[in-house]
């Protein structure tokens, strides 16, 4: 029976709620570096969470990476890589629009588009993120924040006894269409690049998470069926997300 066969976990509040816990602390970390994220990494309590959830979520521990040196090395290594580190240019982006395999053919204003509308399905503005900026809707952070906030309400739904399949087709289409393409293109750049002076829990990060987003992927789709591709079709010919695909 292949991975893609296979019956997804039984699933409860409280391993949704492991699930929301992974998207957000990882949203957190590629979040531009504050010093509390950087006390987290030294003293072990972001690592202690995150193991923590992914325990609960894959029944494996998530290993332990040593921190930078200090808030400086982390916030430097951080923008080097992640901003303008080659040429005024980031050597790895974080937002999806810089990357026009992921754009496939889309105007960049029609790919923002269709990412917000998913945030405006739910309520969801992007959060400021540091000096006050609005992070942008296909900044990696920005998705992973989106995701938790689905697997947060999914937990409640289950915990409630309500139905949760709106939640789940919603994370199926988001990961299927932003995130895993996202993690996956971040982690070839990565991998083509050398001498990255990037955070260790960073790098981890990036060459884990593609694999899980995956898994979840497959979960959803075992459990309320395949992502539908006419959805795709709609958006390449610069038509908006029908918001009913979740109701």
């Not at 990565?190 to 593609?210: G, S, Y």
Request: net charge negative; with cysteine.
């Amino acid at each position: 029976m292949t991975t893609a066969q296979r019956l997804p976990m039984a699933d409860s509040p409280a391993r949704a709620e492991a699930k929301s816990a992974i998207y957000r602390l990882a949203a957190v970390a590629f979040g531009h570096p504050l010093p509390e994220t950087q006390q987290a990494f030294e003293d072990g309590s972001f690592h202690q969470a995150l193991d923590s959830a992914w325990q609960a979520v894959t029944g494996r521990p998530w290993p332990c990476q040593p921190a930078s040196a200090d808030f400086v090395e982390l916030e430097s290594g951080y923008i080097r890589v992640f901003h303008h580190g080659r040429q005024g240019k980031p050597q790895v982006a974080l937002v999806a629009g810089e990357y026009s395999e992921l754009l496939d053919g889309i105007a960049r204003p029609t790919f923002m588009l269709n990412v917000q509308a998913f945030y405006k399905y739910f309520g969801l503005k992007a959060a400021l993120g540091d000096e006050g900026r609005t992070e942008e809707p296909d900044h990696l952070s920005t998705m992973l924040e989106f995701m938790a906030v689905l697997t947060h309400l999914e937990a409640q739904s289950l915990a409630q006894r309500k139905e949760p399949d709106a939640y789940r087709r919603a994370q199926r289409d988001f990961l299927k269409r932003c995130l895993v393409p996202l993690l996956e293109v971040i982690q070839q750049q990565v991998a083509r690049e050398t001498n990255l002076m990037l955070d260790a829990t960073l790098i981890r990060l990036i060459e884990d998470l593609p694999e899980w987003a995956r898994n979840q992927l497959v979960e959803l789709e075992a459990r309320i069926g395949p992502y539908d591709e006419k959805t795709k079709d709609a958006a390449s010919k610069g038509r908006a997300l029908d918001q009913n695909l979740w109701n």
